[in-house]
């Protein structure tokens, strides 16, 4: 009993802290997995999103990027990436527009 216990409290905080480095933006994109190309129609910044290393400009591309069970967006949210090997993260879904196909 004391070992699937301690076995699910390791899962848990293994979870958490993947999640934790996925909004943080340290998990990078893999290419396979990026989605439509998006376009960033406002600043968001530091104060909407206090997990973003700076201000992502409007008018920056973005690609969507999947949700997995580990890592779940916000609601009103979508995890984005700048591109293959870059930090995934995530902005709100009003501050994007699709813009067509993936260009990776």
Known sequence: MMTTLLIGLAA???LFYAARRLMSGSELADASQIG???KVVRNVTR???PWLK???ASGTVVY???ASPYAKPQ???VLVTLGAEQPIFEM???SVVDTG???L
Request: include cysteine; hydrophobic fraction near 25%; charge should be negative.
């Open 12 to 14: 848990l905080v293994a």
């Open 36 to 38: 439509k190309k998006m």
């Open 47 to 49: 104060t909407e999103c």
């Open 54 to 56: 700076q201000t992502i």
């Open 64 to 66: 969507r990027y999947p």
């Open 75 to 77: 609601e009103d949210h």
């Open 92 to 94: 709100p879904e009003n």
């Open 101 to 103: 196909p993936s260009l």
